[in-house]
């Protein structure tokens, strides 16, 4: 992909602290890149290295091939929106989204043209003579994305931009920005820790952890293809099962354990030696039968594990089910409820199961 | 005991220091300025404007004028420490900058009475540095020694409130400035200053009250006339034990820091409505 914004092998670092360990990232012109991880992953310090606020000890940052690494942060085309809005609360809403205007010596009568513009393209038009303090969470972070947007930047910068506002909302601005984004044909990158907000609002999603990338897709790739361990754990493969594996050609044969039965999988280009594996699956990704009435063949291709329901739940939609397999416990969500004490089987499908090697 | 009763008697101890120690004399010293030979009358307030109202307005230049010149130097030291961008200047000027604060106002003044006298300090290092000859030299042991004295006892008290204020700001404010393309001195202009505005007004007008108050400096670095009225107070009782007129010296003081005070209120009623 023909990279717009790139970051070459940055390395970042707080004192003694490596907080980016040579990050390489490619955004191609118009695309909206999330850096999704959790706290102190190093996603919000790669965002302000792009944006000009640290400076990599190794490694440049590039836009459209220009070396921008020692530009300072106004030198970019970018604007940075962020988390805490950090809107300026002695200015009005139409001088906050001006500010940008008025640096550039912009005239009077194209600066109030263009403030109006923004106001009605993020629908504040009511609020131009407000204070910041008189708003409301979503106003004040449509005033901070306008302020961003009045200069017309070539990448938005979006640090957290969603985690100070109420769920309900959260989930109408993440499809207003991304629709935003898609009508200007801004390129963008955000940061988020939220998994879901990144899988629905972003072209491509990049996992970090522990100041490295773990991997990098698109959100259906990343979800169904996890590079590693840490990557399906992180998007929500959060059961996990210790199996030994033969390799063989095509097929992985699955040796039968204490909790589960022999199996025979297909590879699926996964990259496995024989020897002990971690297995990883989502709580929605298994059916579930009473051990009782199971004909104990689960067919080809599919994982059979046996425990026994400890506790039942019912979080909405479907029931959730805290199983026991000797010493460990899954959770499983399945349509009906199977009461605590009844003897299961779970079956995983092969394409929905993610094996690791042991590390 | 009954509750109320018991709050009481706890506020009494603090209600009885403040009524005999502070609002007895205030008092006493108000009605003393209209009393003229056991009589009520102005006439302690026409002698104090026929013999010191040169005396008046020299104090209340000298205040106004270090007032300024405190906001603009406390406002450059605040600014430099939030924005300031080599970390070492900054945290020299961090440790230096409070200095003077634990220094008394008459240890001040006699600092700069040896540092600014016509064959002081100051003017000795210019004649041998070559810049100014003997004849060039100027004391400035005068209105202007008092404004320095001022100028350098009570900028680090104030640079102390408006630099914690600046400090409190969300970073990112600063930072969304930047990353628009703002300069430091517009950022500490538009973004900054207005922020810190009331804090800023508060180190001021406390600060004006103090300087008001000073008999120190004025006595060390000015022994001429116009003086401040702490000093034309302090003549009047010691040389001619004229109470009357020194108690109406005070109530127009007492007035010009009410003044102050009537700002510093309006400005916290407005904060708190």
């Known amino acids: 992909m023909g990279g717009y914004l790139e970051v070459a092998g940055a390395r970042v670092s707080y004192g003694e602290l490596e907080v980016l360990k040579g990050v390489d990232l490619s955004v191609a012109k118009g695309e909206f890149v999330a850096l999704l991880g959790s706290s102190g992953c190093g996603k919000t310090t790669l965002l302000r290295t792009i944006a000009g606020f640290h400076t990599p000890s190794h490694g440049a940052i590039r836009i459209d091939g220009r070396d921008v690494t020692r530009e300072p942060p106004d030198r970019r085309g970018m604007a940075l929106v962020f988390q805490s809005y950090a809107l300026w609360p002695h200015m009005t809403v139409d001088q906050n989204i001006g500010y940008g205007l008025k640096i550039r010596r912009v005239g009077a009568g194209a600066a109030a043209a263009r403030i109006a513009e923004v106001r009605a393209l993020l629908g504040l038009d009511a609020l131009g003579r407000r204070k910041p303090g008189e708003l409301s969470g979503g106003q004040r972070q449509r005033v901070a994305l306008g302020r961003a947007l009045a200069i017309n930047p070539d990448i938005l910068l979006l640090d957290e931009p969603l985690s100070n506002l109420d769920a309900r909302i959260r989930l109408t601005v993440r499809h207003e920005i991304s629709a935003l984004q898609r009508r200007l044909g801004i390129t963008a990158v955000h940061v988020t820790h939220d998994r879901e907000e990144a899988m629905v609002m972003a072209d491509r999603i990049v996992i970090l952890n522990g100041g490295e990338i773990a991997q990098v897709g698109t959100p259906q790739q990343v979800y169904n293809q996890p590079a590693s361990d840490f990557v399906a754990a992180f998007m929500g493969a959060e059961n996990v099962i210790d199996l030994d594996v033969l390799a063989g050609g095509e097929t992985l044969i699955v040796a039968e354990g204490p909790h589960n039965r022999r199996a025979a999988l297909s590879r699926q280009g996964r990259d496995l030696a024989s020897g002990s594996a971690m297995a990883r699956f989502r709580s929605e990704a298994i059916s579930l039968v009473d051990a009782r009435g199971s004909d104990g063949e689960p067919g080809p291709g599919v994982l059979q594990l046996e425990g026994v329901v400890g506790q039942v739940s019912y979080p909405g939609g479907l029931w959730r089910h805290v199983i026991h397999l000797g010493e460990r416990t899954v959770m499983v969500d399945a349509e009906h409820c199977f009461e605590a004490g009844t003897a299961v089987h779970l079956r995983i499908r092969d394409d929905r199961l993610y094996l690791f090697p042991r590390s | ?273």
């Open chain 2, 1 to 273: 005991m009954p509750v109320p009763f018991l709050g009481l008697l706890l506020v009494t101890p603090a209600l009885l220091v403040v009524t005999l120690l502070f609002i007895v004399p205030l008092a006493s010293s108000i009605t003393g300025a209209f009393d003229v030979d056991g009589n009520f009358g102005i006439g302690n307030f026409q002698k104090a404007f026929e013999l010191y109202s040169s005396d008046i307005v020299f104090t209340i230049v000298i205040v106004l004028l270090s007032s300024v010149l405190i906001g603009l130097c406390s406002i450059a030291i605040g600014g430099y420490l939030t924005l300031g961008n080599n970390p070492r200047a900054v945290s020299i000027l961090k440790w230096l900058y409070r200095w003077p604060l634990f220094i008394p106002f008459i240890v001040v003044g006699q600092i700069l009475r040896t540092f600014l006298a016509k064959n002081g300090l100051m003017n000795s290092m210019l004649m041998e540095s070559g810049i100014l000859t003997a004849a060039q030299t100027i004391s400035f042991l005068d209105w202007r020694g008092i404004v320095i004295a001022f100028v350098w006892k009570q900028t680090p008290f104030v640079t102390l409130l408006i630099a914690g204020a600046m400090a409190s700001l969300d970073r990112a404010m600063i930072e969304s400035a930047r990353n628009l393309g703002a300069s430091r001195l517009r950022i500490l202009v538009e973004i900054i200053l207005p922020q810190v505005l009331p804090t800023l007004l508060v180190g001021l007008i406390l600060s004006f009250v103090t300087m008001m108050s000073v008999l120190s400096v004025p006595l060390m670095i000015n022994a001429q006339s116009p003086t401040m009225i702490t000093a034309s107070m302090a003549f009047r009782i010691n040389a001619y034990g004229d109470y009357g007129v020194a108690n109406a010296l005070g109530v127009i003081s007492l007035m010009t820091t009410s003044v102050v005070a009537w700002i510093h209120l309006r400005q916290t009623m407005r904060e708190h409505r």
